[in-house]
């Protein structure tokens, strides 16, 4: 059959877990291609033998350089070529942002076909707000990176959304606990799977579940934003008193203010009574 595709560069999202999340579109799109650009050859040939195609398959992931691309720029200028992730929607903590600006520079035409989407997933099932969220990616490895980039997200009025995995989990958890207190978690993981769960609780009730149920699989991870109210009330004398244990009133009042979006004159004169 004769392509329809018009030359270009074609944003192809795939399953993220149940392969029945393929749309139509994607299906003809990754059939009309001329190549699949992907991460892995073995993981996206296992999609493509599963709905019957046999497509021509080019290896682009974060360790490809400008010569790789360069290659792929000249393919699309005659040709269409896809570009897919493992799963998921590409270029959402996946490479392929330097293809898509290049391509964009050089006039060639970019089309990105919707699907499936892990943060997205997982922000409608926390039941946290979700008129206003942010993606921040995956957090650093090291305990003082980690903490740092929850910091400097404190005060954004949003839901935060990461992505984890399993084994480091319970190391943002805490570090959650230690950085963010007072606010309401989500972990949603196996999603779109046999398994899929999605629980919500303070840092501490999460890690006592999850330490007594090790998790497996990709994991999302939500943070409820600062001054929404959390499963309960706000137990501030003890946000403070956690606080007064290593700073001082003043700090402390301050720290929890930012965490929580209560007054920070008010937290200040009770962090007082509490000294």
Same mark, same amino acid.
């Given at each position: 059959?004769?392509?329809?595709?018009?030359?270009?560069?074609?944003?192809?999202?795939?399953?993220?877990?149940?392969?029945?999340?393929?749309?139509?579109?994607?299906?003809?799109?990754?059939?009309?291609?001329?190549?699949?650009?992907?991460?892995?050859?073995?993981?996206?040939?296992?999609?493509?033998?599963?709905?019957?195609?046999?497509?021509?398959?080019?290896?682009?992931?974060?360790?490809?350089?400008?010569?790789?691309?360069?290659?792929?720029?000249?393919?699309?200028?005659?040709?269409?070529?896809?570009?897919?992730?493992?799963?998921?929607?590409?270029?959402?903590?996946?490479?392929?942002?330097?293809?898509?600006?290049?391509?964009?520079?050089?006039?060639?035409?970019?089309?990105?076909?919707?699907?499936?989407?892990?943060? +997205?997933? %997982?922000?409608?099932? $926390?039941? !946290?707000?979700?008129?206003?969220?942010?993606? /921040?990616?995956?957090?650093?490895? #090291? &305990?003082?990176?980690?903490?740092?980039?929850?910091?400097?997200?404190?005060?954004?009025?949003?839901?935060?959304?990461?992505?984890?995995?399993?084994?480091?989990?319970?190391?943002?958890?805490?570090?959650?606990?230690?950085?963010?207190?007072?606010?309401?978690?989500?972990?949603?993981?196996?999603?779109?799977?046999?398994?899929?769960?999605?629980?919500?609780?303070?840092?501490?009730?999460?890690?006592?579940?999850?330490?007594?149920?090790?998790?497996?699989?990709?994991?999302?991870?939500?943070?409820?934003?600062?001054?929404?109210?959390?499963?309960?009330?706000?137990? +501030?004398? %003890?946000?403070?008193? $956690?606080? !007064?244990?290593?700073?001082?009133?003043?700090? /402390?009042?301050?720290?929890?203010? #930012? &965490?929580?979006?209560?007054?920070?004159?008010?937290?200040?004169?009770?962090?007082?009574?509490?000294?």
């Amino acid at each position: 059959m004769e392509n329809s595709l018009s030359p270009g560069l074609y944003i192809v999202a795939t399953p993220i877990g149940n392969l029945g999340d393929i749309t139509l579109r994607a299906v003809e799109t990754l059939r009309g291609v001329s190549a699949v650009a992907c991460e892995d050859t073995r993981v996206t040939g296992k999609l493509l033998h599963h709905l019957g195609i046999k497509q021509r398959m080019i290896r682009y992931d974060d360790h490809a350089g400008k010569g790789d691309r360069e290659r792929l720029l000249a393919l699309m200028e005659s040709e269409p070529v896809a570009l897919v992730s493992d799963a998921g929607t590409p270029l959402i903590s996946d490479p392929g942002y330097r293809l898509v600006r290049t391509a964009r520079e050089r006039g060639i035409a970019v089309t990105s076909l919707p699907g499936a989407n892990a943060a +997205v997933m %997982a922000m409608t099932l $926390s039941g !946290l707000p979700n008129d206003r969220f942010l993606f /921040a990616g995956f957090l650093p490895n #090291k &305990a003082r990176a980690r903490e740092g980039v929850l910091a400097d997200l404190a005060e954004v009025p949003a839901t935060l959304i990461f992505y984890e995995t399993a084994p480091r989990l319970e190391d943002s958890l805490l570090a959650i606990d230690s950085v963010l207190p007072g606010r309401e978690v989500a972990v949603a993981r196996e999603l779109t799977k046999k398994f899929e769960e999605c629980r919500s609780g303070t840092p501490q009730d999460l890690i006592a579940h999850y330490a007594a149920h090790p998790p497996k699989g990709e994991i999302v991870l939500l943070v409820a934003p600062p001054g929404d109210e959390p499963l309960g009330e706000v137990d +501030v004398d %003890a946000l403070l008193r $956690s606080a !007064l244990e290593q700073a001082k009133p003043s700090q /402390a009042a301050a720290s929890v203010a #930012k &965490a929580t979006g209560l007054d920070r004159k008010m937290l200040y004169a009770r962090a007082l009574e509490l000294k």
